[in-house]
């Protein structure tokens, strides 16, 4: 059970990783750093996207406008930042 436990704490470890990676190419497409144009940078900000859209997306619904700037992704770090912690405190804490 416990290594199971462990898997899951990865996961929300990477896919926290990924939001951070996601934040950084966004940034670095709308500054016109990297160009889209290339095959493998819209490969990758593409795979990005979908991977992190399916979660941004209901919080991007209730956080509110302002102006330009997305909340999303640091509310969605810290919700599984929160989780991580909960997993540990609570979950690893019983076994």
Known sequence: ?????????????LYMWVVI???IMSWLV??????THNRFVH?????LHRLT?????????????????DLSPFVLILILYFLRLLL???????L
């Open 1 to 13: 059970m416990q290594s199971l436990l462990i898997i899951i704490d990865t996961v929300i470890d």
């Open 21 to 23: 990676i996601w934040v």
């Open 30 to 35: 709308s500054f016109q750093i990297v160009n």
């Open 43 to 47: 490969l990758v900000s593409d795979f």
């Open 53 to 69: 859209e399916p979660a941004l997306a209901p919080i991007r619904r209730v956080t509110p406008y302002l102006g330009g700037i």
């Open 88 to 94: 540990r405190e609570y979950v690893f804490a019983a």
